[in-house]
C-alpha cells in the first residue's frame, strides 16, 4: 500500500544552517505531495505542496521537488531561524487517503 | 474565514468510559477526516465524512465511530476507553470534490485525550 517514509528525528541545528529532512515515498499512480509543520500545542499547518513530478513547492524559504525517479521529497531550507523549530510531516494523497510521516522534531539554537 | 475548531481541547477520562469530541469545519467544507496522532505511531487516519456518509475508513476497531451533521460539524466517539487511546485527536477539513492533485486538508488544533 501506499507509505512515507522520512527522516528520524530530532534534529538540532544552530541558527543560519542548512536544513534537509528526507522523505521518500511508495504509492501506486501519481499521489500528491506535501508538507505539514505542527508547532508545540497546535494542529498541523500546510507549509507546503506539489502535485506533480518536477514541481517544486516552497513556502517561507522551505523547498521541496517531488523527484519521481527517486520516489522523494527531500525538504530545504537554506537558513534556519529559531522559530522553524516544529515537528515537520510529509504526507502523500493516494487513492482516497492521505498517508503520513513519522513527524521529524527540529529544534534550532540560537 | 474561520479555522477548523475542535472542542473540548482537552479531556481527561478514565478506563472503560466513553468520550465524544467535536469538530467544526472552515466553511464550505463538506468533507472532515479524523487522525489519531501518538508519538510511536505518528498519524494515523480513522476515518473520512462527506455528507454525512462515512466515505473511508482507516484500521482501527469498532470501538472508534464518528458521524456528520447536515452543516458538516462532526462528531468521533470512542466507547470502552482503553489506556492506549491516550492520544491527540485531529481533525482535518476539505472542500471534497476538488480536481484529483488538488486536495489539501486543512488541520484543527486537537483534542488532547488521557485516559487514566
Known amino acids: 500500500g501506499d507509505s512515507v517514509t522520512q527522516m528520524e528525528g530530532p534534529v538540532t541545528l544552530s541558527e543560519e544552517a542548512f536544513l534537509t529532512i528526507n522523505c521518500t515515498y511508495t504509492a501506486t499512480g501519481y499521489p500528491s505531495l506535501f508538507w505539514y509543520v505542527q508547532y508545540p500545542g497546535e494542529g498541523l499547518q500546510l507549509l507546503l505542496k506539489a502535485t506533480k513530478a518536477d514541481d517544486k513547492g516552497s513556502n517561507k524559504g522551505f523547498e521541496a521537488t517531488y523527484r519521481k525517479e527517486t520516489t522523494s521529497f527531500h525538504l530545504e531550507k537554506g537558513s534556519v531561524q529559531v522559530s522553524d523549530s516544529a515537528v515537520y510531516f510529509c504526507?502523500?494523497?493516494?487513492?482516497?487517503?492521505?498517508?503520513f510521516g513519522t513527524g521529524t522534531s527540529l529544534t534550532v539554537i540560537p | 474565514k474561520a479555522g477548523v475548531t475542535q472542542t473540548p481541547r482537552y479531556l481527561i477520562k478514565t478506563r472503560g468510559q466513553q468520550v465524544t469530541l467535536s469538530c467544526s469545519p472552515i466553511s464550505g467544507h463538506r468533507s472532515v477526516s479524523w487522525y489519531q496522532q501518538t508519538p510511536g505511531q505518528g498519524l494515523q487516519f480513522l476515518f473520512e465524512?462527506?455528507?454525512?456518509?462515512?466515505?473511508n475508513k482507516g484500521n482501527f476497531p469498532g470501538r472508534f465511530s464518528g458521524r456528520q451533521f447536515s452543516n458538516s460539524r462532526s462528531e468521533m466517539n470512542v466507547s470502552t476507553l482503553e489506556l492506549g487511546d491516550s492520544a491527540l485527536y485531529l481533525c482535518?477539513?476539505?472542500?471534497?470534490?476538488?480536481?484529483?492533485?488538488?486536495?489539501?486538508?486543512?488541520f484543527g488544533p486537537g483534542t488532547r485525550l488521557l485516559v487514566l
Open positions: 482535518a477539513s476539505r472542500w471534497g470534490r476538488e480536481p484529483a492533485g488538488q486536495e489539501t486538508q486543512y
Open positions: 504526507a502523500l494523497r493516494g487513492g482516497n487517503q492521505f498517508y
Open positions: 465524512y462527506f455528507s454525512e456518509t462515512q466515505r
